[in-house]
């Protein structure tokens, strides 16, 4: 492969896709899409659907598995590392395949808890292959959740804290705006100051959108049973929320 693009789509919402990133796929020859198992053929149908509006010509498309991993493990660290050397190994040999340019379309933007540019510095480190890359930026579920609540993400010159639900659950609330990520465990029911506001979303920009704001101690109730609803109906969910104290 002579080019890899790593091309920001936005986090759900084919709108979201900018200029920049469609000028990108028109160079693409292979795509490659990492699978993460029927629970995610939605997300997998989202890149398709942006590429079918987007390009007026064939374009191959690489699947490649996304190997298992141990959602609750001991050594978090550990298992991650591991399982990112299993999957450059599987990327490595992708883009082996390949002769021209090759893209890889990452949800939302690539700069926010997405592996994928970790595992294309792996696969270069490995010095087996060689190419040039180039990272399009994309809207990230953080920009969505501001925009779809008509909110800014902090308070006038405050710092904004990124994390995830498993770090809020451990740290607390460490700081006056926290914005989680990756909570699959509902981590805000363990934060339990009185005043602190939270702006919750589920699905943004996809078909099944939900939002829910509130003083904390007033709509915890309503997100964590509207959420298992949700997910119980689809069989999968991501949400992103932001907490601020004094909100
Ligand atoms: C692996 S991270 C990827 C983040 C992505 N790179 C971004 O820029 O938004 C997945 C997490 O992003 C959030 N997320 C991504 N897309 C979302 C969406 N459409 N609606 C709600 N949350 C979303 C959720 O917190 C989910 O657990």
């Known amino acids: 492969m002579r080019k890899l693009y790593v091309i920001g789509i936005g986090a759900g919402d084919p709108g979201q896709v900018t200029l920049?990133?469609?000028e990108a796929m028109r160079q693409v020859e292979v795509f490659f899409v990492i699978g993460k198992g029927e629970a995610k053929r939605e997300l997998v149908d989202v890149r398709t659907?942006?590429?079918d509006a987007q390009l007026d010509r064939p374009y191959r498309i690489v699947p490649i598995a996304d190997p298992?991993?141990?959602r609750t493990p001991a050594d978090y660290l550990e298992v991650v590392e591991d399982w990112h050397d299993r999957r450059s190994a599987l990327l490595e040999s992708a883009f082996a395949e390949v002769d021209?340019?090759?893209g890889i379309l990452v949800w939302g933007d690539p700069s926010l808890y997405d592996s994928t540019?970790?595992?294309i510095e792996r696969v270069l480190a490995r010095g087996v292959a060689r190419f040039d890359y180039e990272v399009i930026p994309g809207i990230t579920s953080a920009q969505a959740l501001a925009a779809r609540h008509r909110i800014v993400l902090h308070g006038i010159g405050e710092p904004l804290r990124i994390t995830t639900g498993r770090r809020l659950r451990e740290e607390?609330?460490?700081a006056e705006n926290a914005l989680v990520m990756l909570d699959g465990d509902c981590s805000f029911t363990a934060i339990t100051d009185e005043d602190v506001h939270i702006w919750w979303g589920a699905y943004l920009g996809m078909p099944d959108e939900t939002l829910i704001e509130g003083p904390l101690p007033a709509v915890r109730d309503e997100i964590v049973r509207r959420r298992a609803e949700l997910r119980d109906?689809?069989?999968w969910i991501m949400d992103i929320y932001l907490l601020r104290r004094g909100g």
């Open 100 to 102: 021209g340019v090759g």
């Open 117 to 119: 540019l970790r595992m």
């Open 233 to 235: 109906r689809k069989g």
């Open 49 to 51: 659907a942006i590429l």
């Open 68 to 70: 298992p991993r141990d």
């Open 172 to 174: 607390g609330l460490a």
């Open 20 to 22: 920049q990133a469609v």
